[in-house]
């Protein structure tokens, strides 16, 4: 019994090493996909092209992230996590340096469809492995803890990003983002053990991906779907893209302020998925809590648009706009609410099976992330036209529709 006992503790805690390397492939992901957050101006200005051309430019990144599901997902059930996660790691590593070596929004659109493609999986291949080894309420947990680790990746892009920006260029941010990806890859190697795909699938690589999308569309699903549409997209989005030019242009912060303030906001998205995992394992209620925090964000983007300078909070306050302090408050407050989103997981584990758990998540990171695109690309022309306050309330509303489908679906 004893030596069974120990085999087993053994197996559980290899899985956790195993894990843990994978998910910093998932910071590695979130590293990338934030660097223009705090370094959108700069670009532009090297590039020569307008900050909001480009912030539509790097809208690539998030729809090859997204198509690139399907293909991935049918992979991981197919020939297990460890070779895709590796195949992956050497194309991030890639793109990381074709993004670093662009002289123009042309080359620079290269290397971020190439980060796009590549960090696809980051965060499917620690899912995948946890939901095909542990069980349900289990797994609730872990994909929580994962996600936290992988927001660590935005951490590093807030006030340490902006120091590098500062003294070395925004180049080395990317140059950086290369050795970090050698480092976990040999970390995956040596720590994700050689095993074969369980419930392999010997049908069609093709047939395989159509599968993701049935999945995916399929009805107990499609509520689900909507609400990720527009959850993670308006998590990054806010913190990816328009977060810096709000506090440094509406807000008159400097760029190490503006990455302190975005410091606390990951510093929040790091927390609130670990928490929403012990609330979900404490209370369930699965369903009211993402309804419940997906609305609070959106009132809460609301607020944040109307303390912009001579808009309703700001009027009301009698000053020419809320002090940063207020927008540092709302953004730790949508940061924790935001963490829901693991709960979107389970759901989908819970309902897809082990079997398909790869196609299913694959399938719900699919929505994730074609959101986030769509998203990124409609707030470049709305910004463009309204400005950084109608930015806010455009999410804010996105945000209400999703939550009422899902709330219809489901």
């Known amino acids: 019994m004893d030596g069974k006992a120990d085999s087993a503790d053994g197996n559980f805690r290899a899985l956790i090493f195993a894990l843990l390397a994978l998910a910093c492939g998932h910071m590695l992901s979130t590293l990338l996909r934030t660097i223009p957050a705090i370094s959108l101006d700069v670009m532009a200005a090297d590039f020569r092209t307008p900050p909001q051309t480009l912030a539509s430019l790097t809208s690539i990144y998030h729809f090859a992230f997204a198509a690139s599901q399907i293909p991935v997902g049918a992979a991981m059930d197919r020939f297990g996590v460890r070779p895709v996660a590796l195949s992956l790691l050497v194309g991030t590593i890639i793109g990381a340096l074709a993004s670093g070596l662009a002289t123009g929004p042309e080359s620079f659109l290269v290397g971020q469809f190439l980060l796009g493609v590549a960090t696809s999986g980051m965060l499917m291949c620690p899912m995948t492995l946890a939901a095909k080894q542990m069980s ?13 680790i992988g927001n660590i990746g935005m951490l590093l892009s807030a006030s340490p990003l902006a120091f590098v920006v500062e003294h070395f260029g925004w180049r080395m941010g ?11 890859a040999i970390a995956v190697f040596l720590l994700v053990p050689k095993q074969p795909a369980e419930h392999a699938d010997d049908s069609s690589p093709l047939s395989q991906m159509a599968e993701v999308l049935r999945i995916g569309l399929s009805r107990p699903l499609r509520g689900l779907i909507a609400l990720g549409l527009v959850s993670l997209a308006a998590s990054l989005v806010l913190r990816g893209l328009w977060g810096g030019p709000w506090l440094m242009e509406i807000k008159a912060l400097s760029r190490i302020e503006a990455g302190n303030a975005l410091g606390l906001f990951t510093l929040a998205l790091i927390v609130g998925p670990v928490l929403m995992g012990i609330v979900d394992r404490s209370i369930g209620h699965r369903r009211e809590v993402l309804a419940a925090t997906h609305a609070f964000v959106a009132l809460m983007l609301a607020f944040m648009s109307a303390g912009a300078p001579h808009y309703p909070l700001s009027d009301l ?7 940063p302090r207020f927008d540092g408050l709302l953004l730790v407050l949508i940061g924790i609410a935001i963490s829901a989103q693991p709960l979107l997981f389970g759901m989908t584990r819970q309902l897809a099976g082990a079997q398909n758990a790869g ?5 719900m990171n699919l929505a994730f992330f074609l959101g986030a695109a769509l998203m990124q690309s409609a707030t470049g022309v709305v910004a463009t036209l309204f400005g950084l306050p109608a930015v806010l309330l455009f999410m804010a509303a996105t945000l209400i529709i999703g939550t009422i489908v899902f709330l219809m679906y489901t």
Request: proline residues 3%.
């Open 174 to 184: 990317f140059w950086i983002s290369a050795g970090f990806g050698a480092l976990v």
């Open 136 to 148: 349900a309420a289990r797994f609730g947990l872990w994909s929580g803890i994962i996600l936290s």
């Open 317 to 323: 306050f009698g000053v020419t706009a809320m002090p």
């Open 359 to 363: 196609k299913a998540l694959s399938g």
